[in-house]
């Protein structure tokens, strides 16, 4: 059947996939084997196929759920169902040919700068979806396995656990540099990238053309010379290539350097590569070590290789710290919004006290200052309480979340007593001439264990839930060398269930359903979509439990209930869906 003839919603999405993931998982061990050649050969496949290319269209616009932003073509979004999805799918080719770039800005967080971004067209994004589905398998098998930003199956918790390791290894304290590189986006030399990239021409020179894609800022237009604009499908792993080889050339060096132990002999090359850690988040690196000089030494050496792609450290955003010292008046370090230091612990021993220190990772003071601030803007907004119940809870649920792996109870308890201030404020705004003996009565509730702000709608109490309500849970680092094209499936998808902020529901289904979609049956991997669904719909009488409910893939989750609507008012439309997408 010729794509222009199919629909959207009966393409075999399972066989596509599953074709698709094959080619990856050769292209990942031939990499893996040093096999160029071969590389090169299953990446032609895979760029070729039909199925990669429905997929990359998928990819921009059915999996995009987030915030859409059109390109200089106008185009926002492409409804799934729609023959212009099929289309583009039907000319994806990597022509060597590229679309101009819109530049957009955004606020960047903490300061009063503006974020610059490139906003592909719809056409270019799909293309670049295409041609990271052939680069990332290649690059993940040889990426360092202390390289953590803009990976599938990595994280922020991933490389704080890291660091925590480099630092837990010694009793001692140590020496941190923390460094940014300056606009590393921006100013990554091109013919640098491509020297590094080795791919086949095809690809070598559709890379180059999105490269040297005019930028459109306004009215005026202009070629970057350098760089690759944030905002594109392909350009975080760009970066990631760039900046590969770093943990590597560090490893090498200190290698070759005398270091001694604490009773003057020399160390062996494997244990003074051990010595040193390398810890990098995309352009955001943690080197630690006893010594203040190879720190300051690491940062030179880490200058002159980024000079040979046109990059730099951030004068001032680079420093040198202590973990347990103070230096310049602070004590440990900041990273991906995590403070880092090793506090004094009373220990009593044998009826002695000792103060060992330990390492504990907190949220940072501007983290904390920002999430206020985020909470008091939201505040000024709402007029009434299901207004800020609407609006806080996920922005609460969501920071929670991503501290919920650390040393945050302390933290948590703070935060829940200024909310509660800050909602007594709020009201006390709302109605003026009301005491605060009504206005608790009236807004809050007990909850199971303390009151809760909230409102009541349809006889049901809706409450806030605040920050000490989230538990802490410890996040397991990903192994050093595993790759979510490595054929593992069992490894992640029991890794999934216990991801922050995983909901308890999301992480009971996966277990049920040993880590597979309810729908197509494929594994769950790093990076989908999964969506709770109802087997029979709320709306025809079906209830909200657990035997119920099933956890499907975004896309099989929209499959199945535009396959729900075909059926009329047919109650069970689970057996009309499966049908159609049998």
């Known amino acids: 059947m010729e794509m222009q003839e199919l629909q959207w919603n009966q393409i075999q999405w399972k066989n596509a996939e599953t074709r698709v993931r094959k080619l990856q998982e050769k292209i990942f061990l031939h990499s893996k084997k040093g096999n160029l050649n071969k590389v090169h050969l299953y990446q032609k496949f895979l760029t070729q196929s039909r199925s990669a290319r429905l997929l990359a269209v998928r990819k921009v616009t059915q999996d995009n759920r987030g915030k859409n932003t059109a390109g200089i073509d106008g185009v926002k979004s492409i409804a799934p169902g729609s023959r212009l999805a099929l289309s583009r799918a039907k000319d994806l080719d990597l022509n060597g040919k590229a679309d101009k770039i819109r530049r957009v800005y955004i606020p960047k967080a903490g300061t ?31 990426f360092e396995p202390n390289s953590y930003g803009f990976r599938p199956g990595r994280g922020c918790h991933d490389a704080v656990e890291a660091i925590l390791r480099g630092i837990s290894q010694s009793r001692e304290g140590k020496f941190v540099l923390d460094a940014d590189i300056k606009k590393c986006f921006d100013r990554i030399d091109h013919a640098a990238l491509i020297k590094r990239l080795r791919t086949w021409p095809q690809l070598e020179v559709q890379i180059h053309a999105w490269l040297k894609a005019g930028i459109l800022d306004g009215g005026a237009l202009s070629h970057p010379g350098m760089g690759t604009p944030q905002g594109g499908v392909i350009s975080p792993l760009l970066c990631n290539i760039a900046l590969h080889g770093i943990e590597k050339h560090l490893s090498q060096w200190i290698s070759e350097i005398k270091l001694k132990d604490s009773k003057g002999r020399s160390l062996s090359r494997r244990d003074k590569v051990a010595s040193l850690t390398t810890v990098r988040y995309a352009d955001d690196l943690v080197i630690l070590h006893k010594y203040q000089w190879v720190v300051e030494s690491a940062r030179e050496i880490l200058n002159l290789w980024l000079s040979e792609l046109g990059l730099e450290l951030n004068p001032d955003k680079t420093r040198i710290g202590h973990t347990t010292n103070p230096i310049e008046g602070t004590v440990g370090f900041d990273f991906l919004g995590f403070n880092v230091r090793k506090y ?20 940072s003071k501007q983290s904390i200052k920002d999430h206020v601030d985020d909470i008091r803007t939201e505040l000024r907004k709402c007029v009434t309480a299901e207004a800020v119940v609407a609006k806080l809870t996920p922005i609460i649920r969501g ?34 001439t009301r005491g605060s003996h009504w ?31 989230y538990g802490i849970k410890r996040h397991v680092k990903v192994k050093g060398d595993k790759s979510v094209y490595d054929g593992d499936t069992s490894y992640w998808a029991q890794r999934l269930r216990k991801l922050p902020g995983v909901s308890t529901r999301v992480s009971k289904l996966l277990k049920t359903q040993k880590g597979k979609c309810g729908l197509c049956k494929l594994n769950f991997c790093p990076g989908d979509i999964m969506e709770v669904d109802h087997v029979v719909p ?20 929209d499959q199945k209930t535009a396959a729900e609507r075909t059926v009329g008012e047919e109650p069970l439309a689970l057996r009309g869906a499966r049908a159609v997408l049998k």
Request: proline content about 6%.
């Open 399 to 432: 920071w929670c979340n991503y501290y919920s792996t650390v040393v945050s109870k302390e933290v948590f308890s703070k935060l829940r007593y200024i909310l509660f201030n800050q909602l007594v404020l709020w009201a006390q705004r709302k109605h003026p």
């Open 112 to 142: 009063k700068e503006r974020r610059p971004l490139g906003i592909p067209t719809m056409r270019d994004r799909a293309k670049q979806a295409l041609a990271k589905f052939a680069l990332e398998p290649e690059w993940e098998a040889l």
């Open 344 to 363: 004094p612990v009373k220990v009593n021993h044998r009826g002695k006290l000792h103060l060992p220190e330990k390492t504990f990772i907190k949220p």
């Open 538 to 557: 709320l709306s025809r009488g079906g209830k909200d439990d657990y035997t119920n409910v099933q956890l499907l893939h975004g896309h099989c989750h």
């Open 439 to 469: 206005i608790r009565a009236h807004y809050w509730q007990r909850g199971k264990t303390q009151l809760e702000f909230g409102h009541t709608k349809s006889g049901k109490w809706l409450g806030l839930k605040p920050h000490n309500t």
